[in-house]
């Protein structure tokens, strides 16, 4: 405890000063991802690391994503990336920068870069594909461009161009694929917006490409290609498949318009990418099995797992880039199902609820499971089921027995080909009002009196519980459940709090299936205990019927107060001179005073050096300028000073 003190001025001997106040001593106190890019320049998914890899063009980064899409590394500052490609055991990573006309080799566990490849092209490279042990890629040039290859164990020489064989060309950029299940294949197609190139079919396993079909006159404008898994074919544009023998290319029939780009899983099914949704189909069928709604703005790309168990998308936002998505089931088709019902209800009156269940394909009298769920079936209440109409549409009505929030389950059990899905619309049911009172709002109470609370609750339908709350002001003390039961056959009951602090206390009521929940309120007062007491006098004798403490004129009275503690409180000091037959307040009263973890605070008058002088001494609480709110405003007694000779 820090003791202050207060000067009183020869000014004040002459009864027109103000009071000081200083500090001396008084008694002693005891002793804790996702993969995110802006312009896709590609996506390719390791098996044997279960990694994704995505390239953002924009940013000259590379991603590295896990299974489920977190972000587990990446490596930046590499230039404009446009497309990727793992080699066949998984262990490297390549990607096509073609700013700097490079492709680059980098570790797939690490990102670390391991080798840069210098293409002397003017255009390019842009597209790649592995097969035969080596990086293929597309590149132009004012000589025509057209395919090269990158051969990891070629040393300085592992760079080679013009590797078309005679036959196919002259044209610009290619773009390229490979399958892991022909390892040796590598299927090609032009960029270009003329006829000149078309596509083809190589035999990469020897020392140069052998030419295994081509036709310069099927695809110009190409986009993407992929070879087709188990099947001699070409897929363009993720549309249109092309048979490949005896040196010739021929059309073998089409995918549903709709999207330029795809991806085929090693089992066969392609997944192609229109806009919002990502529709997967099986392999030489026209009608898909499934279309995925991934984005409502567009799909930046997809890429198969090895295994064909996920298919991993980039969903478009507005604004915020792509973001990975993995659908962990990509051919089961997943329906959308919607749910309609009224925001509003009168209880015990009949309502409507309709929507809509939309797959690829609706089998004929399809059912749909309905469950309410109210105040009185919390658990939910089976409903008869819903019959969908061809169209896909269904509709119940129902009457709700309880009111308040009724919501209504409604569920597709899926089968084989299609997954289970449920949606609910919830209803806000009327409910009656009631009554809630609790007494003794405003009233005040001294230090640690025990005061009873009463709530008194009206008319309900079964519950007849209430809670009583009481939550002191500060906020070291949190809201505390004081009583909680049963309100007696007068609609009463009581709680009774221990008046320390000021008090909110809550009744609370919380409703039941006919009658609206209610909480009020009633805040009690509370004032602290303080106490003060003055030492250095010589003696206590009455000034005509006021009893005064005397002081000799050149000693300085020290006044102690002990008051409820509350950290950073304070107490008030109020300093009076009589004067001309009043009590007269100096322009520096009051003062405030830090009262010490004990809750005590000294005060030490300076002595007027003049006899005569009548001083009177007040110490107080008040509430907010006292350094809280925590309680009410208490106001000690006057404490009267006279300095004699």
Known sequence: MRTRSAATATALAVLAGSAVLSG????????????????????????????????????????????????????????????????????????????SHQILALDAATLDIEAR???????????????????WFGYDDPQGGGLGSVDPAGGTDAVTLGQLPDGPGPFGDLVLDSDPGKPDTLAFAATGLDASGGMGVLDVSGTSPQLVAHDNSQVSGAVDVDLVPGAPEVLINARNRYAYADGKLSGAGSYAYGGWNGDISPSGLLAKSDDRYVTVYRSGTDTPIVAHHVSDNEVGGVAWAPDSSRLFV??????????????????????????????????????????????????????????????????????????VKPDGTYSFSDTPPAGGTVTYKVSYAGDADRSAVSVSAKVSVSLAPTSLSLNNNGKV?????DVTFTAHLGTTYKNRTVEIWANP???????????SGTVNSSGNISATVDMTRDTEVTAVFKGDARFKSRTVASTGYAMVKTSTVVSKHYKTARIGSTSYYWFHKSTNPLLTTTMTYYPGRKQRVDLQVYRAGEWQTPDNSPQYFKLDSNGR???????????????????????????????????????YLYFSN
Do not use: C
Request: neutral net charge.
């Open 24 to 99: 001396v001593p008084a008694v002693p106190a005891a002793a804790a991802g996702a993969v995110v890019v802006y312009t896709p320049g590609g996506i390719v998914a390791d098996g044997a690391l279960q990694r994704v890899f995505v390239a953002d063009q924009w940013s000259g980064k590379i991603l590295a994503d896990d299974y489920s899409g977190a972000l587990v590394d990446s490596v930046d500052g590499l230039g404009t990336v446009v497309d990727l490609t793992l080699s066949a055991d998984g262990a490297t990573l390549y990607a096509a920068l073609p700013d």
């Open 117 to 135: 490849y210098d293409v002397a092209a003017a255009e390019g490279p842009r597209h790649l594909a592995f097969a035969g042990g080596k990086v």
């Open 314 to 387: 980039l969903r478009g936002t507005d604004g915020d880039g792509y973001f990975l998505k993995a659908l962990t089931d990509p051919a089961r088709d997943v329906p959308t199902l919607t749910v309609y019902a009224p925001t509003k209800a009168t209880r015990a009156q009949q309502l409507t609820v309709t929507g809509n269940l939309s797959m690829t394909w609706l089998p004929p009298d399809t059912k749909l499971q309905v469950t309410r769920t109210d105040l009185e079936s919390p658990s939910g209440k089976a409903l008869p089921a819903v019959t």
């Open 445 to 449: 109470y001294a230090y640690g009196t």
């Open 473 to 483: 002001y500060g906020g070291d003390k949190p809201n505390k459940l004081i009583k």
């Open 601 to 639: 605070s000294a005060v030490s008058l300076k002595s007027p050096g003049t006899s005569g002088v009548k001083v009177r001494m007040r110490f107080s609480y008040e509430n907010k300028y006292s350094g809280d709110n925590v309680n009410s405003t208490t106001n000690g007694s006057w404490k």
